[in-house]
């Protein structure tokens, strides 16, 4: 502990260096020009940090995502159930009643669209949402089989996540079904589109509002793991059903960041490697 009092920001590559010396365990991984990260192995979360320079924050970062939700590491919204109270947060999704596309990425599929979020009074646009398979947040400890996250950008550049967790169960929310409409083919590839059905926020937009939302300050759950996220994690889950749930998953596969430390905890893989430097 007394060690880290004296991490300066120029010892850092060192340390990182030190650190990955030691964890035989990890393969040796030249850092690449473009490099491309997933989900294992030497690509993996737990080597992101190594990937690039500018990844250091998915190492080092103090506020990275995605936590284990609990009622005393995040604020509730809304604080009482006035309609004033409520009025203060927003969420809406533009309608796409001719379909759009969703797009497979290799590490999400992903779909472009517009969108508004209010919170208090900032107001950010919808840049696009996308899914992890399984959730990326837990609540309480408990995981869920599938999270959305719809990404929005405010004037300042800064940026807010809207995370919603789904649940499996007998039938989906239309607006999910009719996403991954066309999906359900394995020469859907990264790379590949598939054209979605008509697509109606109506539904989510009351489901999200009429939720708790548990916020706090966060990070980008894939590299470059930037902080000064502004996270609004929905408290209860969305209903996929159970055909949609198995054609996402066929086609996603697994791209979960894990659960990393408390908000203003030191991070798991800082920890880690200091364990290991004190043997
Ligand atoms: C939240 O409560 C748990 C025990 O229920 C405790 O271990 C943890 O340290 C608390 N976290 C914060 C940020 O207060
Ligand atoms: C809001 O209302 C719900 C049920 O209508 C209740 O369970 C909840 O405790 C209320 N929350 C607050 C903060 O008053
Ligand atoms: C979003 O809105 C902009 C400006 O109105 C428009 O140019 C763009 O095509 C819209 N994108 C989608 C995906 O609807
Ligand atoms: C929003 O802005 C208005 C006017 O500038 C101000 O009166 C109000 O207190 C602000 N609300 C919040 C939640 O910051
Ligand atoms: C399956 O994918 C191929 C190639 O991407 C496409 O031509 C075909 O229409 C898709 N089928 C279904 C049912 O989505
Ligand atoms: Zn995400």
Redesign the pocket.
């Known amino acids: 502990m007394k060690f880290m009092l004296l991490l300066l920001p120029s010892m850092i590559p060192v340390i990182t260096a030190m650190c990955d010396h030691r964890t035989s365990h990890f393969k040796k991984r030249a850092i690449v020009a473009a490099p491309e990260f997933g989900y294992h192995g030497d690509n993996g979360p737990l080597v992101w940090h190594r990937l690039s320079e500018v990844n250091t924050a998915c190492a080092l970062g103090r506020h990275q995502s995605p936590i284990d939700i609990k009622t005393n590491n995040t604020i509730v919204r809304p604080t009482s159930n006035s309609s004033a109270d409520r009025r203060t947060w927003s969420f809406s999704v533009e309608r796409y009643p001719q379909g759009t596309e969703l797009k497979n990425l290799g590490t999400t599929l992903e779909v472009v669209a517009n969108g508004t979020l209010i919170d208090r009074n900032k107001t950010y646009s919808l840049l696009q949402f996308h899914f992890h398979t399984p959730s990326e947040h837990r609540i309480n400890d408990e995981y869920y089989p599938l999270e959305v996250h719809f990404v929005f950008e405010a004037p300042d550049q800064s940026l807010a996540v809207v995370g919603v967790p789904m649940e499996i169960s007998a039938e989906s929310d239309p607006w999910i079904s009719n996403c991954f ?9 990264a790379g ?3 054209h979605t059905g008509p697509l109606d926020f109506t539904g989510l937009k009351a489901f999200v509002e009429r939720s708790k939302i548990h916020q706090y300050s966060g990070s980008l759950t894939t590299p470059p793991c930037s902080e000064g996220v502004a996270w609004n994690v929905v408290g209860r889950p969305l209903n996929i059903d159970v055909a949609t749930y198995r054609k996402v998953k066929k086609v996603m596969g697994y791209n979960a960041r894990y659960t990393q430390s408390d908000p203003g905890e030191v991070n798991d893989l800082e920890s880690s490697c200091m364990a290991s430097m004190h043997h």
């Open positions: 409409k066309n999906v359900g083919n394995s020469t859907m590839g590949d589109a598939s």
